[in-house]
Nanobody
Framework: QVQLVQSGGGSVQGGGSLRLSCTAS?????MGWFRQAPGKEREGIAA????????FYSDSMKDRFRATRDFAKNTLYLHMDSLKPDDTAMYYC??????????????????WGQGTQVTVSS
């Protein structure tokens, strides 16, 4: 059983930056970030595979968010810049153990982090 431990997040004013971290207890092929705002569906942000390929679930956050991965530490980071109040949500990391040849939909991930709240004030 892979465990994912998230850290980071918190409250920030609009225009600010935050970094989230997600550390897996062991190697997984894919690690990704999702978020869910109150009353809204879960939204994919980005994911990175073991080869270092970074893919985004949509283009809407590509200019402000980026993900990096430290393979030695089994840790995925989400760097968020120019944050907006609409970015307020619970952010979750996810991991898929086995090889997957395209960007995994949420249902394909095997493990999920505990979530971390990000609140952006105007």
């Amino acid at each position: 059983q892979v465990q994912l431990v998230q850290s980071g997040g918190g409250s920030v004013q609009g225009g600010g930056s935050l970094r989230l971290s997600c550390t897996a207890s062991e190697y997984t092929y894919y690690m990704g970030w999702f978020r869910q705002a109150p009353g809204k569906e879960r939204e994919g942000i980005a994911a990175m595979n073991a080869g270092g390929a970074l893919l985004f679930y949509s283009d809407s956050m590509k200019d402000r968010f980026r993900a990096t991965r430290d393979f030695a530490k089994n840790t995925l980071y989400l760097h968020m810049d120019s944050l907006k109040p609409d970015d307020t949500a619970m952010y979750y990391c996810a991991a898929k153990r086995d090889i997957y040849y395209t960007l995994p939909p949420a249902g394909e991930y095997d493990y999920w982090g505990q979530g971390t709240q990000v609140t952006v004030s105007s």
